[in-house]
C-alpha cells in the first residue's frame, strides 16, 4: 500500500494501557466517528480531520519502544473515535504490527460496517491480522439505539454474528446508561443475543459516567444526558450479573 493509504490521523496516544485488551498495551485513539452517542466522553474525537497525521511504520515504531513493558499478553489495541472509518490505514498498521509478532486489539462499535463493497472486502483483509476485536454494543433495541446513537444497530449485530461464524475472539463491551438501556427488559434482550454468539470471551459493563461533560461544554454542544447521574453500584451489579452469564463469565 502506498501514499494516501498509510496516512492516518491520530487524536491520542497511551503508552500504558491496561483496561482495552489483555496485559499492558499501546493504545492507539484514532479521530474520527460518524456516530453521536449521547454519552460519549470524547467528542473531540469526532473530526478526523482534527488529528495527527501518521504513517503507519513511523507509528508502529514509536509504539515499539514501549514493547519491553507488554510481555507475553500484551500488544498495540487501536480505539477511537472508529478505527474503521481509517480502513486502510489500520489494515497496513495491524499487517505490519502480525509481521513483527505483536498481538493486535481492535476496539470498535462497528458502525462502518457493511457487506457492501468495496468495504466488506477490505474487512476480510483487516480481520487476517486482528487477533481481538472489543465490540462496543451500545444498545440491543434498534429504536433505542438510533436515539441514544443517531445510528442503526443491525449492521452492527450483523458483523457480531459473522465475528462468530468466523470464530474472531470478542470482548463485548457495553456503556451502562441509565433512562437508556439499563433496564432488565434491554440487558436480557443483549444477553439472549450474546448466547446466540460462540466466540465472546468476556463481556464489561462500563458504567456511564459525566467526566466528559466539559469537553460538549467546549465544543458549544448541549449535553443530551444533562441531569442524568451514573448508574449505582446495585444497577452495575445487575447488569454485570445478567450480561457475564451470557458469556459463562463469573461475576466478581
Known sequence: MTGEKNIGYVHSLESFGSVDGPGVRYVIFLSGCAMRCQFCHNPDTWDRNSGTPYEAGALLEKAC??????????????????PLLQIDFLTELFRRAKEMGIHTTLDTSGNPFTREEPF???????????????????H??????RI???QTNKN????????????????????????????????????????????????EVLPY???????WEQLGIPYPLEGIDPPSAERIKNAETILHAAAGQKTV
Not at 65 to 82: D, F, L, N, P
Open 148 to 150: 441514544l446513537t443517531g
Open 156 to 203: 452492527i449485530l450483523d458483523m457480531a454474528t459473522l465475528l462468530s461464524e468466523m470464530n474472531k475472539p470478542v470482548w463485548i463491551r457495553h456503556v451502562l446508561v441509565p433512562e437508556r438501556n439499563d433496564k432488565d427488559e434491554y440487558l436480557n434482550r443483549l444477553a439472549d443475543f450474546i448466547r446466540t454468539l460462540k466466540n465472546v470471551e468476556r463481556v
Open 120 to 138: 466488506f472486502s477490505k474487512w476480510q483483509e483487516l480481520m487476517k491480522y486482528t487477533d481481538l476485536l472489543l465490540l462496543d454494543i451500545k
Open 140 to 145: 440491543i433495541d434498534e429504536e433505542q439505539h
Open 65 to 82: 519502544k514501549y514493547r519491553s513493558y507488554w510481555g507475553s499478553k500484551g500488544g498495540i489495541t487501536v480505539s477511537g473515535g472508529e
Open 209 to 215: 459516567h459525566t467526566l466528559g461533560v466539559f469537553k
